[in-house]
């Protein structure tokens, strides 16, 4: 259950990150409304937890089903594969943010 909350946990971080940097990019060039970030909300927000977090129940709950190990592996293994998904796309809409406010990141 930890791997779920974690997951969550680190989704939600980073869709946060992602939603202050989208108010400050549209707040730098003047276009900011409320009303947007409502729709943020109910595009970024929701879909990403709640499709996640649902798919990353199943292999918790197949564990208390008569069901084979190895089937209960590829269930992790999809879940892991879509979590990299989540997070890679959220990573790269921050760093396209960042770059459109001018932060730098340095690596090394």
């Known amino acids: 259950m930890d791997y779920?909350?974690?997951?969550?946990?680190?989704?939600?971080?980073?869709?946060l990150l992602d939603l202050v940097a989208s108010v400050a990019l549209h707040l730098k060039k003047g276009d900011f409304k409320y009303k947007k970030l409502l729709g943020f909300l109910k595009t970024n927000v929701a879909p990403?937890?709640?499709?996640?977090?649902?798919?990353?129940?199943?292999?918790?709950i197949i564990r208390y089903v008569?069901?084979?190990?190895?089937?209960?592996v590829y269930f992790e293994g999809g879940v892991a594969v879509i979590w990299l998904i989540i997070?890679?796309?959220?990573?790269?809409e921050i760093f396209k943010k960042?770059?459109?406010?001018?932060?730098?990141?340095?690596?090394g």
């Open 4 to 15: 779920i909350l974690t997951g969550l946990a680190t989704i939600l971080f980073l869709i």
């Open 48 to 60: 990403y937890l709640l499709i996640w977090g649902s798919l990353a129940a199943i292999p918790y």
């Open 66 to 72: 008569e069901i084979d190990s190895d089937v209960l």
């Open 87 to 92: 997070v890679g796309n959220l990573v790269a």
């Open 98 to 107: 960042f770059k459109e406010l001018n932060i730098n990141i340095k690596q």
